[in-house]
């Protein structure tokens, strides 16, 4: 059991699925009260029933995240659901068109770029207010792709939007030090999840491989995809006060896969 979690607020970005689903359970077996965030979707509610039968205090947000007003909602309702927000795991993201520079068309690009990194900005500002009296922790879902690994083609969006997001976490660690909110930035390799789902690879792809030498998702330590239930427990462990001393940190969860 982790210190300080019992009876705290969390809210969960990208809920439904993959890392944000098993971070919400995570969340909730240390006896969190959780937000589901998510778009519109069965799996949100199939989650907040599964959390609902842990006897967690959960509720569910229908929030796209790169929606200023949405946001700002949610994290209101949250708050007045519960009286406070202690920890925020700002997770929602998709890999969006895979397609070479040249062909990339621009709305896509704005796509990727406005769900993963302006999605991560509103999520932090709207947090805000609600936890600058009594602190917390701010979790952000990053990428190994945001600095090491390119060898998945045709992300340049992807990865620019992964980078913009350790930046941003690092300026938001230093500004809201003040109000002891600890801002910490997890880069996770490849994870097995339903993220193929917002994966849309163009057939220009072809003209821009090149060999690789090893093989895509390939991790020294377990020559395998990682599960989300271990980047589920990093994230537990960095909304605990076990990390109160962490904050503006990047931390790789990869196996090791960016070192290859
Ligand atoms: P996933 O597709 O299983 O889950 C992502 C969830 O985010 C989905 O439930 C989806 O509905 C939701 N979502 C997408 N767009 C949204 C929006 N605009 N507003 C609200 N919710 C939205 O994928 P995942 O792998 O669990 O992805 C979680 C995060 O992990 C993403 O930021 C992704 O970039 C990052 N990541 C994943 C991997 C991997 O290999 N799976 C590796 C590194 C980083």
Redo the contacts with the bound molecule.
């Keep these: 059991v982790l210190p300080e979690l019992k009876d705290k607020v969390a809210v969960v ?10 971070t919400a359970v995570a969340l909730a077996q240390q006896g969190m009260k959780v937000c589901l ?3 519109k ?1 069965e ?2 509610e199939q989650v907040k029933q599964q959390l609902a039968d842990m006897k967690a205090e959960v509720m569910t947000a229908d ?5 200023p007003n949405r946001v700002h909602q949610a994290f209101d309702a949250a708050a007045k659901q519960w009286g406070r927000i202690d920890a925020v795991f700002a ?5 969006g068109v895979l397609s070479p520079i040249e062909d990339m068309k621009p709305e896509d690009w704005d796509h990727t770029l ?3 990194l302006k ?1 991560t900005f509103l999520c932090v500002k709207h947090a805000i207010p609600h936890m600058k009296q009594n602190g917390g922790s701010i979790i952000i ?5 945001g600095s090491r690994v390119f060898s998945n083609f045709g992300m340049s969006a ?1 990865s620019t ?2 980078a913009g ?1 350790v930046a941003f976490a690092k300026m938001a660690a230093l500004e809201l030090a003040r109000y002891k909110i600890r801002v910490n930035v ?13 994966t849309h690879p163009t057939p220009e792809l072809d003209k821009i491989k090149i060999p690789v030498k090893y093989p895509e ?1 390939s991790q020294p330590l377990e020559h395998a ?2 599960q ?1 239930e271990q ?1 589920a427990d990093l994230v537990a462990f960095l909304a605990s006060d076990a990390a109160s001393h962490i904050t503006g940190t990047e931390l790789f969860i ?1 196996g090791a896969e960016s070192l290859i």
């Design positions: 970005t990208g809920a439904a699925s993959g890392i944000g689903r098993a965030v998510d778009l979707n799996r949100r929030v796209d995240v790169s929606d997770n929602a993201g998709i890999n406005f769900v993963n999605g879902t990053s990428s190994i792709n992807y939007s992964k997001q997890i880069c996770p390799g490849s994870i097995k999840t339903n993220i193929s789902e917002n998702g995809p990682g989300p980047v990869d």
